[in-house]
Structure formats: C-alpha cells, structure tokens
C-alpha cells in the first residue's frame, strides 16, 4: 500500500516537518507500507511555498481545467501533475493498488481539499495525486479513514 511519506514522519510537508501519524506508524507493523511525497516526486523542494488548488480539485487539474498556485503566486501545477503520475508509476511497478494519503492536501487529499483561498478553508474535492490513483482504479483513503 502506498502511503504519503509525511504520515510516517518523514519530514517532506511543505513547512519542512511532517504529520506524524501513530495509527499508520501501527498500520506498519501490519502491512507493507510504500512511502511516497508526490510533490518531491514532481520536483518540488522541502521546504516550499505552501500551495492549494484553484479553480476546481485535482480531476479538473488534471483535465486542464484548474490550476495549483503557491501563496505567493507561483504556478507549481506542472509539478503536481508530475508527482501524481510518478506515484502512479510507482504504484503499477509495484502492484500495489490501494493508498493511504493525507487529507486535505492539494496532491493527496480525497475527499476534501483547501479552496485555493489560502484561509483554511474547505471544500470537497480530491487532490491531483488521489484524482490521478482513483481514476486508474485504486483504493484511496486518508488516515482521518483508518
């Protein structure tokens, strides 16, 4: 199963930290877990500019239709789009089919994401990342599911 490498502590959050997560640091112990960061995989530094998805969630990133910005700006979705299709190759060598990813992150999140606003707002809608794995048939959960 892959996994965003943050939920097992692994300091690649865009602040440069992590979200250490001792339900899946458990799960673990119990199932193979493939750590990933979709946007180091895109070519993205950590630390970086936080980021957010703006006009629509990652299916319309992937579509064309909507775009991944930093707060300052800064067009990072060809980045994103990278990353989720590294993830997926990853995923396909690998076999695995399922994923459990962080939520409410602009490549991660599945079910709800932030509004692009920069606020800490919510909306529902799916990261670039988990739209790309859902639309090739995975599992995708976050560890707000587990």
């Not at 079910?111 to 995975?138: C, H, M, P, R």
């Amino acid at each position: 199963m892959l996994v965003s490498a943050c939920l097992l502590g692994i300091n690649c959050k865009y602040n440069g930290k992590n979200n250490r997560n001792p339900e899946v640091l458990e799960l673990s112990k119990e199932v193979n877990l493939i750590p990933v960061c979709p946007e180091q995989l895109g070519g993205l530094s950590t630390p970086r500019d936080r980021a957010e998805i703006e006009g629509g969630d990652g299916r319309e990133v992937l579509e064309g239709k909507a775009g991944v910005f930093s707060e300052k700006g800064k067009e990072v979705t060809s980045c994103f789009v990278k990353g989720a299709w590294e993830t997926l190759r990853i995923a396909q060598l690998l076999g695995v089919k399922e994923a459990l990813l962080k939520s409410r992150s602009p490549s991660c999140g599945s079910s709800y994401i932030y509004d692009g606003s920069f606020t800490g707002n919510l909306k529902e809608g799916q990261g670039v990342t988990a739209a790309l794995l859902k639309k090739n048939g995975f599992r995708v959960l976050s560890e707000e599911e587990l």
